[in-house]
């Protein structure tokens, strides 16, 4: 309600723009759109504070480096996959060759304050997840048509879990195609508060997606794909995209809520594990969907799921908040990797790379071993093995 009176203070003219409070408050924001989900007048948080963050940054006076900086991030690395290729291949090479070990052993991390932004970085891949048009046959008789969005982190660092995705898919019998033309959903940039470049990054996916034919257009990371099911909002004012957009935003579907909803091929191979699920914002409260990967975890043989307190709480990554607010982040980070590890369980299941990334860290420096993965990822281990139990059964066509 505080941020609310501030946004509206501003637009009526009695609060300035650039005042430090303001500023503040609208930085501080996770985001997170817990309120929304609890709000009993159903307020639309997010579509006050984005355009808020926004109007600041257009306004907001920045030195030259600070200037590059983000153009660069935001408009040159997330605007170009290949780009954003070419980046994580030198990252790859830093983390693989040892370079990335011995600043944080040396010292130079800590000196150059890089420490962390080095332990929060993700792994790369050891190959990527390039869309080429390709087009993926069912496992069997088609249930629908679909669209993968590979994402951006998700394709360099996160690759296998687009390539478990893909299979998976064929799995549920679905056709999936993986247009060339697609690129960052806008996430990034939107939330910090850059929404004209979001809505070019949008109109690339529009335009790639809508030709497809296909039925759905699925993504396996929470904080994308609530961003693409905004796009029709985020095109409220340009009367020429805002049909397009709209169109395109009834087709996106969560992974896991699609795949709750066709239905999985349930010859699942057994698991001996005990799993905890930590929901990503926007999938809970952006998306309102907590049961689905509930449900997909709950179809393996083998797994008991066994729940963690406060499971739905911000773990702080936020998309760049774990970097433009690191103090409020890692308190958060601290607070869910205790209550993660409270749970006894062997393995975190997520369903968005940032959480992923966040909860890892603060599991590594709470000193535990517990792995962190996506929940796609556990369903495809069922799958294989469930094919070396039965070789003669059928398999799905690989890339």
Request: with cysteine.
């Given at each position: 309600?505080?941020?609310?009176?501030?946004?509206?203070?501003?637009?009526?003219?009695?609060?300035?723009?650039?005042?430090?409070?303001?500023?503040?408050?609208?930085?501080?924001?996770?985001?997170?759109?817990?309120?929304?989900?609890?709000?009993?007048?159903?307020?639309?948080?997010?579509?006050?504070?984005?355009?808020?963050?926004?109007?600041?940054?257009?306004?907001?006076?920045?030195?030259?480096?600070?200037?590059?900086?983000?153009?660069?991030?935001?408009?040159?690395?997330?605007?170009?996959?290949?780009?954003?290729?070419?980046?994580?291949?030198?990252?790859?090479?830093?983390?693989?060759?040892?370079?990335?070990?011995?600043?944080?052993?040396?010292?130079?991390?800590?000196?150059?304050?890089?420490?962390?932004?080095?332990?929060?970085?993700?792994?790369?891949?050891?190959?990527?997840?390039?869309?080429?048009?390709?087009?993926?046959?069912?496992?069997?008789?088609?249930?629908?048509?679909?669209?993968?969005?590979?994402?951006?982190i998700m394709a360099t660092a996160f690759a296998e879990i687009d390539e478990?995705?893909?299979?998976?898919?064929?799995?549920?019998?679905?056709?999936?195609?993986?247009?060339?033309?697609?690129?960052?959903?806008?996430?990034?940039?939107?939330?910090?508060?850059?929404?004209?470049?979001?809505?070019?990054?949008?109109?690339?996916?529009?335009?790639?997606?809508?030709?497809?034919?296909?039925?759905?257009?699925?993504?396996?990371?929470?904080?994308?794909?609530?961003?693409?099911?905004?796009?029709?909002?985020?095109?409220?004012?340009?009367?020429?995209?805002?049909?397009?957009?709209?169109?395109?935003?009834?087709?996106?579907?969560?992974?896991?809520?699609?795949?709750?909803?066709?239905?999985?091929?349930?010859?699942?191979?057994?698991?001996?594990?005990?799993?905890?699920?930590?929901?990503?914002?926007?999938?809970?409260?952006?998306?309102?969907?907590?049961?689905?990967?509930?449900?997909?975890?709950?179809?393996?043989?083998?797994?008991?799921?066994?729940?963690?307190?406060?499971?739905?709480?911000?773990?702080?990554?936020?998309?760049?908040?774990?970097?433009?607010?690191?103090?409020?982040?890692?308190?958060?980070?601290?607070?869910?990797?205790?209550?993660?590890?409270?749970?006894?369980?062997?393995?975190?299941?997520?369903?968005?790379?940032?959480?992923?990334?966040?909860?890892?860290?603060?599991?590594r420096r709470a000193g535990s071993a517990m792995s962190v993965r996506h929940?796609?990822?556990?369903?495809?281990?069922?799958?294989?093995?469930?094919?070396?139990?039965?070789?003669?059964?059928?398999?799905?066509?690989?890339?």
């Amino acid at each position: 309600r505080g941020r609310i009176a501030l946004v509206k203070a501003v637009a009526e003219g009695y609060l300035d723009l650039l005042s430090p409070g303001f500023v503040h408050q609208m930085s501080e924001c996770l985001d997170c759109r817990a309120c929304e989900a609890v709000c009993p007048s159903g307020v639309e948080y997010g579509k006050l504070l984005e355009p808020a963050r926004t109007q600041i940054n257009r306004v907001m006076p920045r030195g030259p480096v600070s200037r590059g900086v983000r153009g660069f991030l935001l408009h040159t690395l997330f605007g170009s996959p290949a780009m954003l290729r070419a980046v994580s291949r030198v990252l790859w090479f830093v983390q693989r060759s040892g370079l990335q070990a011995l600043a944080k052993s040396s010292g130079l991390a800590r000196l150059f304050g890089m420490e962390s932004l080095l332990e929060l970085a993700p792994r790369i891949s050891d190959r990527f997840f390039v869309p080429r048009d390709q087009r993926w046959q069912p496992n069997g008789a088609k249930k629908a048509t679909v669209v993968l969005h590979a994402g951006c982190i998700m394709a360099t660092a996160f690759a296998e879990i687009d390539e478990a995705s893909v299979r998976v898919l064929q799995r549920a019998g679905c056709e999936v195609l993986a247009p060339s033309a697609q690129g960052c959903c806008g996430a990034i940039t939107v939330h910090a508060g850059d929404m004209d470049a979001g809505r070019t990054l949008a109109k690339r996916n529009i335009a790639a997606f809508e030709g497809s034919g296909a039925d759905y257009y699925i993504i396996n990371a929470a904080g994308c794909g609530s961003t693409l099911k905004e796009y029709g909002h985020l095109f409220h004012e340009e009367p020429a995209w805002h049909e397009r957009a709209q169109a395109f935003a009834s087709k996106v579907r969560d992974i896991t809520e699609f795949l709750d909803e066709i239905g999985i091929d349930e010859h699942l191979g057994r698991i001996e594990t005990t799993v905890t699920y930590q929901e990503p914002c926007h999938l809970a409260h952006a998306q309102r969907i907590t049961q689905a990967p509930r449900n997909l975890v709950g179809k393996i043989p083998g797994v008991t799921l066994v729940e963690m307190a406060e499971s739905s709480l911000c773990c702080g990554s936020a998309g760049i908040y774990n970097l433009t607010q690191p103090e409020m982040s890692q308190r958060l980070m601290e607070r869910k990797a205790k209550n993660v590890a409270a749970t006894g369980a062997s393995c975190c299941m997520t369903a968005n790379p940032g959480c992923q990334l966040q909860v890892q860290a603060g599991l590594r420096r709470a000193g535990s071993a517990m792995s962190v993965r996506h929940v796609i990822e556990l369903l495809d281990e069922s799958y294989r093995i469930a094919d070396r139990e039965a070789p003669s059964r059928d398999t799905p066509a690989t890339r």
